[in-house]
Nanobody, 121 residues
Framework: QVQLVESGGGLVQAGGSLRLTCAAS????????MAWFRQAPGKQRELVAS???????NYTDSVKGRFTISRDNANNTVHLQMNSLTGEDTGVYYC???????????????WGQGTQVTVSS
């Protein structure tokens, strides 16, 4: 089974930066899309950014120009570089991966445990 481990969250002042990392581990799997979601207190989980295996990216409007998602396919790792952080970026950030075990297997989705990002004003 695929496991996702996130790191890089923490407390940062407004205007600062953080870099999140999510590493996938397991055996005999191929990851297609990877993404970062976040959930602020009292709000629903929302997509922040996603990236395909080919490197195509997608961002929610509120982070465009500030966040950059990237991935290392060889190491099954995805990063989220977050710049110019504001209080609106506070929340728990979750990594998500879509993967298969073979070309004929179903596609599965896995969530990481989440990492807290707190932006202080």
């Amino acid at each position: 089974q695929v496991q996702l481990v996130e790191s890089g969250g923490g407390l940062v002042q407004a205007g600062g930066s953080l870099r999140l990392t999510c590493a996938a581990s397991g055996s005999r799997f191929t990851i297609s899309a990877m993404a970062w979601f976040r959930q602020a207190p009292g709000k629903q989980r929302e997509l922040v950014a996603s990236i395909t295996s080919g490197g195509s990216t997608n961002y929610t409007d509120s982070v465009k120009g500030r966040f950059t998602i990237s991935r290392d396919n060889a190491n099954n790792t995805v990063h989220l570089q977050m710049n110019s952080l504001t209080g609106e970026d506070t929340g728990v950030y979750y990594c998500n991966a879509e993967y298969r075990y073979s070309v004929r297997s179903p596609t599965y989705r896995k969530w990481g445990q989440g990492t807290q990002v707190t932006v202080s004003s």
